[in-house]
């Protein structure tokens, strides 16, 4: 990795980060790869959910890495409970995990991202810069197993989650109350209406309604 390509002007905002894994090894790994990035700072390690949970309301972080498989509580049950009681926080899952169930899992938790531990640390940071600004990211390994109709060049076919949020949103229904009615967390919708955005390559409510009635929607 080289620093100096990753490196962001002096001006930003350094991203306090929260990691989560109960192998020291991980831990260590993880705190060289941000060694040297300026806007990046390490403020806590954590070896189980509920001790993330303890750290992550006294220390704040802007941005959670954590692992699935951990002790005492997993990495989804902690992030569906941070989205739940410090939606602010981003969290980013990182894990060698990459079936469909797990990633479906982590979105419908409330994750921002999903990245496996053998991608490159320049993805992870990339991720990590993307999660903080609201955005999403999820590595293209998971997003075919999500979908796996991007393989057959088939980029406008959405889930059945997908095609649910989509009507609410036609229905002019907000983030808050889409998560209310479908009964899953408001960063869910964000994430779920992300991908909607990036399937449909569109930025507008126009363009929503534009696919919509070319499938029969309305």
């Given at each position: 990795?080289s620093?100096?390509?990753?490196k962001?002007?002096?001006?930003t905002?350094?991203?306090n ?9 991980v831990q260590?790994?993880?705190r060289?790869?941000?060694n ?5 700072n ?5 070896n189980?959910g ?11 972080p802007?941005?959670?890495?954590t692992?699935?498989?951990?002790p005492?509580m ?7 409970l ?6 602010d ?6 894990t060698?995990?990459?079936n469909?169930?797990y990633?479906?899992?982590a979105?419908?938790?409330g994750?921002k991202?999903?990245?496996?531990k053998?991608?490159p640390?320049?993805?992870m940071i ?5 999660i903080?600004k ?22 406008d076919?959405?889930t059945?989650r997908?095609?649910?949020i989509l009507m609410e949103?036609?229905?002019?229904l907000?983030?808050?109350h ?10 869910t ?5 992300g991908n ?10 126009t363009g929503?309604i ?6 029969g929607?309305?």
């Amino acid at each position: 990795m080289s620093a100096t390509l990753e490196k962001q002007p002096t001006e930003t905002k350094t991203i306090n980060i929260l990691l989560a894994d109960d192998h020291p090894l991980v831990q260590d790994g993880l705190r060289t790869r941000f060694n040297d990035i300026e806007d990046i700072n390490v403020i806590g390690v954590a070896n189980d959910g509920e001790e993330l949970l303890e750290k992550a309301r006294l220390l704040k972080p802007d941005v959670v890495i954590t692992d699935i498989s951990m002790p005492k509580m997993n990495g989804l049950k902690a992030t569906h409970l941070l989205s739940q009681e410090l939606p602010d926080i981003n969290v980013l899952i990182l894990t060698m995990h990459d079936n469909k169930e797990y990633i479906q899992n982590a979105i419908d938790s409330g994750a921002k991202g999903y990245i496996q531990k053998d991608k490159p640390a320049a993805e992870m940071i990339a991720a990590v810069r993307a999660i903080n600004k609201g955005e999403t990211h999820f590595c293209s390994t998971s997003v075919k197993a999500i979908n796996p109709s991007t393989d057959k060049k088939d980029p406008d076919k959405l889930t059945t989650r997908e095609q649910a949020i989509l009507m609410e949103l036609l229905n002019g229904l907000k983030n808050k109350h889409i998560s209310e009615k479908l009964n899953i967390s408001v960063r869910t919708v964000e994430c779920h209406r992300g991908n909607i955005y990036r399937k449909l390559d569109t930025h507008s409510m126009t363009g929503l309604i534009r696919y919509a009635k070319k499938i029969g929607y309305i």
